[in-house]
């Protein structure tokens, strides 16, 4: 029975519970949707000050803007090099299993898919390097946009370190709200196995078990995707800068399988956060590359969508030569960042990038729309798992992280 006290069984009971229930008593998925955005909202509303107090004591800790802007720089580079590898694996594995291959498009609506073929040809995406400056600061933390907190955050903690003494009051104020909102963070991570049991009810009560069998080629096709990306990428990166992946997934299990029940990445941002900096890491490294991460590096979500595109190709029987690929590579790698850690955004940058080659017919996004839910969750966590390897690897790079601490508490 002592188990049962582990928050990382308990959120798995939730999810196995969520599904039994979402599977025999489907009218039940309208409740579970209000108790997983309950549970999410509850996070939320603590994400966007955990962000700013964070950065601001972290930059200001560094003491130095020559290791604020190296530790950038590396997390960016970090950040296309490997998502780029992403989408390259996305588009070798379709290639070869060819998932879309076979399936027939008869009786299939495209109203469904209206909607995000809208929102897809809508999204201007010359305009989301414009839109990390926010207009209004304000705004921007009541709609919790991640990139243009980070970015204010980083102004901020500049002017305050131009203070010099003047700003020790207010740094130490500061680190009591901050700890103030980790003790509130606490305890709502306690009604994670009750937010997991919302979001799976919902998906199973929604979407039922019968799109999976329809379309269960390409989702089993991108989940061996994904656990390819994670334990030979990821694992070859961890073990070149001398830790060890399968431990850190341990230290993280319990953020692992809340993802996999809210379906959002988003839900452990600053559980992650305070983890990370318990385990040793720095608390300047952790504060930036988590939260550029949730925009710059979505692993799973570019798998994804590159796999997407292939998949879609190949339901339309349209032959993408070398040279189309790698235009459908270009096109994602700038799409693919506007995409947002938050269930349905792949789907709608999936849209968008469609609308952008011209070549595939947009109706086919109603055959992804029943599985999407299902894969949203693998995305998530590949997302997940990725900002937290490359949250290590640049700590590993600045020699700022405490490696005693590491191996006390991650594991050697």
């Known amino acids: ?52 107090f964070t950065i601001v004591l972290g930059i200001t800790g560094a003491g130095s803007m020559k290791k604020v802007g ?36 008869e009786g299939v609506s495209a109203n469904k898919a209206a909607e995000f073929v809208e929102k897809g040809k809508d999204m201007n995406w010359s305009e989301f390097f414009a839109h990390i400056v926010p207009e209004n600061i304000i705004g921007a933390f009541a709609k919790g946009d991640i990139i243009q907190i980070l970015f204010f955050s980083v102004l901020f903690a500049v002017g305050l370190m131009k203070l010099k003494g003047a700003g020790e009051g207010l740094i130490g104020t500061f680190t009591v709200i901050n700890k103030a909102l980790f003790n509130i963070l606490e305890m709502v991570m306690k009604l994670s196995p009750i937010g997991a049991f919302g979001g799976m009810a919902y998906t199973m009560g929604k979407f039922g078990i019968g799109s999976l069998l329809v379309l269960g080629k390409f989702m089993l096709t991108f989940y061996i995707t994904v656990i390819i990306f994670i334990f030979v990428v990821l694992n070859a990166i961890s073990r070149y800068y001398g830790f060890n992946l399968l431990k ?21 941002l600053p559980s992650v956060m305070q983890k990370l900096e318990k385990a040793g890491c720095d608390k300047t490294v952790v504060g930036l590359i988590i939260p550029t991460g949730y925009s710059f590096n979505l692993d799973g979500t570019t798998i994804y969508l590159s796999m997407s595109v292939l998949f879609l190709a190949q339901v339309f029987n349209v032959d993408l030569s070398i040279s189309q690929q790698i235009t459908v590579v270009g ?41 999407d839910r299902f ?34 508490v991650v594991g050697g």
């Not at 993280?252 to 996999?260: A, G, P, Q, R």
């Not at 709608?348 to 599985?371: C, D, H, Y």
């Not at 992280?401 to 191996?407: G, V």
Request: no cysteine; proline share 2%.
């Open 1 to 52: 029975m002592k188990y049962l006290k582990i928050l990382y069984v308990q959120v798995l009971i939730g999810i196995v519970l969520g599904i039994i229930t979402g599977l025999y008593f489907p009218s039940f998925f309208t409740a579970g949707k209000l108790i997983s955005d309950t549970f999410i909202n509850m996070i939320k509303m603590v994400i966007a000050p955990i962000i700013f």
């Open 70 to 105: 190296r530790v950038g720089g590396k997390g960016l580079l970090y950040f296309e090099l490997v998502s780029t590898l992403a989408l390259v694996i996305g588009l070798f594995v379709a290639n070869l299993i060819k998932p879309g291959k076979g399936i027939h498009i």
């Open 248 to 268: 850190l997934l341990s230290y993280i299990k319990e953020e692992i399988f809340i993802v996999i029940g809210a379906s959002s990445s988003e839900a452990v």
């Open 331 to 371: 096109i994602l790698m700038v799409t693919s960042k506007g995409a947002a850690g938050v269930t349905g955004s792949g789907f709608i940058v999936l849209a968008s990038t469609l609308s952008a080659l011209k070549i595939i017919p947009l109706e086919g996004l109603a055959l992804l729309i029943g599985v």
């Open 375 to 408: 894969m949203s969750e693998a995305r998530s966590v590949t997302n997940f798992i990725g900002n937290t390897v490359a949250t290590v690897v640049i700590a590993k790079s600045e020699k700022a992280i405490d490696e005693a601490t590491y191996k006390r």
